[in-house]
């Protein structure tokens, strides 16, 4: 087929995965549109968004490759739905993953519709994830985009950065209209072809922290935007004892090891906080039945395609890089659902995601209650 009538805007973050999608895209004959997506502009005290060099980074790619450049601004949306999501969620004691909620409510909503708006066929990322739609599977020069239909999403062949987990609230519609080249390749080779095409980001880092706002920690972006919290009590679950003090309960996480600050002989986890009183429970026993859980309770269940059957064999990820675990999903008549793993899992949290997987296929999730 001629490919060069294909238009396909590929989102680019100025990294080295979106920079080799769009090459890659390239090299494969379509008609290719970088565009870098305008999130989040705003420097924080001691805290600059990185969203210059990112934008530049990306501009100097799509020269490099000769391929049109736009820039679509999302911002305000963006902080509507992602990042007051997020603040929220940490405001009432849960612990939030802003990145699946940027995925669903930018990256494959408001960047699809306007690249379609915009005139594009598909869009496409640097996500480490496969898609399976009616284009990958049947690409003839008589192909109809408006009859699109739905897709899959896909398991990456790279396990230890398989996006999948970040991806479970994606629509197939979306995906019927999405690419993701990365797919098969691991982040090494990612890297080498990146490198063999002389791309300017072959060699940038990656980025850490926050999705939109960089290399800063969770604690240090919430204490801009939510209320001084109260100090609060740490308290050994086991004796009762009050071990120290946090400076707000909503900082700390089910869990968590570090930050506790109460030092001496084995380490504290985190098994439990109380919101109303602003007290962090912890104990040294790691094997404490507040952390572990063989039965998860979940809310706002979205499917990616068809849902399964009550009752139905699935297996599961409670967090990103986390095992699949074989489990079975029950509904609930109040729209939740209980999922049964056969194996117990550790530190399981409220407002974090539970994903559902049938073999490669990722079918959808939903969250902690």
Partial sequence: MDKSKIKVYVGMSGGVDSSLTAALLKEQGYNVIGVYMKNWTQDLPGMKCPWAEDLADAKRVAVQLGIDFKVFDFEKDYREKVVQYMLDEYAIGRTP???????????????????????????????????????????????????????????????????????????????????LPLGNFTKPEVREMAKERSLFTARKK?????????????????????????PGKI?????????????????????????????????????????????????????????????????ALHWINEKVADGAEIQVRIRHRAPLVNAKIFFENDGTAKIKLTDEQRAITSGQSVVFYSGEVCLGGGIVI
């Avoid at 008589?142 to 739905?150: E, L, M, N, P, V």
């Avoid at 922290?209 to 919430?222: A, H, S, Y």
Wanted: aromatic share 10%.
């Fill in 97 to 179: 993953n802003p990145d699946i909620m940027c995925n669903q409510e930018v990256k494959f909503k408001l960047f699809l519709e306007a690249a379609l708006k915009d005139g594009a066929d598909l869009i496409a990322t640097g996500h480490y994830a496969g898609v399976r739609n009616a284009f990958t599977e049947n690409n003839s020069d008589s192909f109809d985009f408006s009859k699109s239909g739905t897709g899959e999403l896909l398991r990456a062949k790279d396990e230890n950065k398989d996006q999948t987990y970040f991806l479970y609230r994606v629509r197939g519609e979306a995906l019927g209209r999405t690419l």
């Fill in 206 to 230: 990656d980025s850490q922290g926050i999705c939109f706002v960089g290399k800063i920690g969770i604690r240090d972006f919430l204490k801009q935007f939510i209320p001084e919290q109260k």
């Fill in 235 to 299: 308290i050994n679950k086991n004796t009762g004892e009050v071990l120290g003090w946090h400076d707000g309960a909503i900082f700390y996480t089910l869990g968590q090891r570090h930050g506790l600050n109460i030092g001496g002989g084995l380490p504290f986890y985190v098994c439990g906080k109380n919101m109303q009183t602003n007290e962090v429970f912890v104990t040294t026993d790691i094997n404490n039945g507040e952390l572990w859980a063989k039965e998860i309770n979940v809310s």
